[in-house]
């Protein structure tokens, strides 16, 4: 079964501005859900704090270029700069937030290891997603000024 292309686009639109809005939730309700968590004098919360909150701005970034990335998806103009520029920012949110999540499991919270790894590996997949439009928009360029 195939979506139409504008109804996809639509629709990964919508979960973009869904998880910008989780990630705004996130950042109000942060330090509420770390006391549920450790305690309020619980140990190491200023770091945990500091990581969630580095993890949840790598995660506003990401979104913020996602929804760049929409939108150029959206007005046909993905063989560009500004595309690899997103591909560019969110794969290395993704890194970012892998190498955060991975910090957050040396604090016993064991599961963000796994989230890290798989954070980490996403990365790396957008990279390679990044070099081949890369290289797609140089080939297109270059057919560009062929007559």
């Known amino acids: 079964m195939k979506i139409d292309r504008a109804f996809s686009?639509?629709?990964s639109r919508l979960a973009t501005a869904f998880a910008g809005?989780?990630?705004v939730a996130?950042?109000?309700l942060m330090p509420r859900i770390v006391r549920l968590y450790i305690g309020p004098e619980g140990s190491g919360y200023a770091l945990i704090l500091t990581l969630l909150y580095g993890i949840l701005l790598f995660g506003s970034l990401a979104v913020a270029f996602l929804w760049i990335l929409?939108?150029?998806v959206s007005a046909g103009s993905v063989f560009s700069d500004l595309s690899i520029l997103c591909l560019r920012v969110l794969s290395w949110s993704c890194v970012g937030a892998g190498i955060l999540f991975i910090g957050l499991g040396f604090m016993s919270f064991y599961f963000s290891f796994a989230v890290g790894a798989a954070a980490l590996f996403l990365g790396l997949i957008l990279r390679v997603v990044k070099n081949c439009l890369e290289e797609a928009t140089r080939i297109k360029e270059e057919n560009d000024f062929t007559i």
């Open 9 to 11: 686009t639509f629709l």
């Open 70 to 72: 929409l939108s150029r």
């Open 21 to 23: 809005i989780l990630v």
């Open 26 to 28: 996130l950042a109000i």
